[in-house]
């Protein structure tokens, strides 16, 4: 019999297909293989086809010259704009305003040959501080309410350069689906007055199947009501809402944590396209006590249908059990 | 300037590019062709290769034999089973239910070849009238809440099958995106007291950048906030909730309104891969003053990206009034 499973943050309801589960071998993926190029605007001595860097950490050179490890640039063909007034107004029954926000992208590594997966410790930890130092610059600028940091690697997941690099958007509105996990998460911390992601956390170490590595600051999950196969959350083990307010051993040990998920889910599903997301809280919100800030890693092994966009609800072919047992027995910790 | 809007059902907010706005001609795009099915099990003669059929409309021949029109069978890999007990449950903090529901395929014509654009305006009546009888069938098992009807025309668009066909799935609850627009709808109606679809029909009507096509029962229109490019909705001018309750003028009127929409759609785009999905209230309920039922219908033409699945946030580069001036001077009415 397939399962109805709820996500306890969000409600949604998921069907877990429990017979004829689909195992790694079942998917026809694409396998992500860098081509390599010649004139790619991210590799060094190309940093004149980019817009000026914002930041970098650099060995050596100057301001848009090589020698940097990590660089973090302005996209080129922006989503939203930094200059100009928000100018909320109606028109009719509808609102609108100004699509006033940031849109950079960070250079993981001047190694065009490299994946995500491949970049040593070190590198992954770079690029978490280079996450950490945007966001902190861009909090500043109090008409930037919510900060998306993602990564899209392989075209099945989005990604149009092949440079490994994550994005960030500042945006002066919170994402709908970002405010459904906090409201979720706020109406389960009135209810028992406990984090809901603490709880969460606490049932999988000790019920185990959906576990996937634990390290000393990080749990990394198969969530129970898992909407793709090999969905991957990786949960900070203490409460913090903002990511940005993690500090060295923690960014440390999640460099860690990531590198080695990413290097199971490229063992496991032979160098899969995937989405990463960090999800956190609201940058001009304090700390909040019900809301704690999360990775959610997406494996693009399927194609999203009708319904599924329709309707927002989802058939999981992979109960999160087996994801985790593959991820979990794949080694390389 | 790049606008924000926010979709008023749903608050939603959409970045639209209203600069370099992509027409169709900038859209990479896959052209659904039908190649032809030897061994398709939708076509006439195969009947035996799917389960026995529900419902057929029928020229000659007995269940399960060719002469049928439209066919509805049980879809052979179904995501959930008819039989047994909900058997709702705990897991700690978790919750969960058996996959109790239906899932049924509707084969829109025997003609293999024929795309649903290629049907006649009484075929397409004929599939609408197959939902409503499915509807109208299973909302007597009062474990079904909610029934999707959907369809996903070209593998870019889900379709597993080539020979036209759409889907049905019975669900023992209202999915999510669903029960947020009913919620919309109702926060709308409490503080207007009047229907949201309703007033958007009429702001729609008079103010005309966003009508694709008027008739005597229904709009179609390019979404104010609309997520995709060239994303459409089919609303009945009339306020009706529940799709199953419409009478034969108004299904008339909509086959006629869904086939030109779908011809213009191939028209302007190419053949596009589409999804078109039914939205309509949950089936247990009465008639609610405040919900409207009516079609969505996306067009395939970008890929989604990690941002957009993680923070339920789109960035649409064609502005809905440009996809609707294309709509609109198509022709084919």
């Known amino acids: 019999m397939p399962e109805l499973r709820k996500d306890p943050v969000t409600g949604r309801w998921v069907i877990i297909a429990t017979e ?4 790694p071998t079942d998917f026809i993926r694409e396998h992500v293989v860098v081509q390599g190029g010649r004139l790619c605007p991210f590799c060094p001595g190309q940093e004149q086809k980019t817009p000026p860097e914002i930041l970098a950490y650099r060995d050596s ?10 660089r973090v640039v302005p996209n080129k063909f922006p989503a939203l704009r930094v200059e ?3 100018n909320r107004q109606g028109e009719g029954l509808y609102d609108k305003m100004n699509g006033v926000g940031a849109h950079e992208v960070i250079i993981e590594t001047p190694d065009h040959q490299r994946t995500f997966g491949d970049l040593t410790e070190k590198q992954v930890e770079e690029v978490l501080w280079a996450f950490r130092d945007r966001i902190l610059d861009l909090r500043k600028d109090i008409r930037l309410r919510y900060i998306l940091i993602f990564k899209n690697h392989g075209e099945a997941a989005g990604a149009s350069l092949e440079h490994t690099h994550s994005q960030l958007i500042a945006l002066p509105v ?25 709880d969460i956390v606490r049932q999988e170490m000790e019920s185990g199947p959906r576990v996937i590595l634990e390290s000393d600051h990080h749990l990394a999950l198969s969530p129970y009501a898992a909407r793709f196969p090999f969905e991957t959350w990786i949960v900070p083990k203490r409460h913090h809402s903002h990511f940005e307010a993690a500090e060295a051993p923690a960014i440390q040990n999640l460099a860690w944590v ?17 989405n990463l997301m960090l999800h956190t809280a609201p940058v001009q919100e304090g700390a909040m006590t019900h809301y704690h800030w999360h990775l959610e890693l ?7 249908a009708g319904f599924e966009w329709g309707a927002g609800f989802y058939i999981n072919p992979t109960p999160p059990e087996i994801a985790a047992s593959f991820l979990r027995e794949a080694g390389l910790v």
């Open 61 to 70: 050179g100057g301001p848009n010259e090589p020698g940097w490890r990590v």
């Open 20 to 23: 004829r589960a689909m195992r």
């Open 84 to 86: 100009g007034e928000l």
């Open 258 to 274: 990531l590198r080695v998920v990413i290097r199971k889910m490229d063992k496991v599903l032979e160098r899969p396209a995937y």
């Open 298 to 304: 997406i494996p693009r092994l399927t194609r999203v």
């Open 174 to 198: 919170v994402p709908k689906r970002v405010q459904e996990e906090i409201e979720g998460a706020r109406k389960y911390y009135e209810f028992k007055e406990r984090c809901i992601f603490c």
